[in-house]
């Protein structure tokens, strides 16, 4: 019985699978986010924009950061 329990069948290596690629894809999605927010932040002081801008980068950053 404890052979069978280390192996996994193909529904379970396709779990893995899923698992993996939906991980990947938060990944990324966060990594846009904090990038995308930085870049709100940076244009909102270097080009003297309106307070809701940085915050809009703020709100972004700490979104991505969850």
Same mark, same amino acid.
């Given at each position: 019985?404890?052979?069978a329990r280390g192996r @996994?069948? $193909?529904r379970g290596l396709r779990q893995d699978g899923d698992v993996t690629g939906r991980s990947?894809?938060?990944f990324?999605?966060?990594a846009l986010a904090e990038i995308?927010?930085?870049y709100l932040v940076w244009i909102g002081? $270097?080009?003297n924009k309106s307070a809701l801008v940085c915050?809009?980068?703020v709100a972004t950053i700490t979104y991505? @950061? @969850?």
């Open positions: 019985m404890a052979a @996994r069948g $193909r990947i894809a938060l990324l999605a966060a995308g927010g930085a002081l $270097r080009e915050l809009a980068g991505a @950061r @969850r």
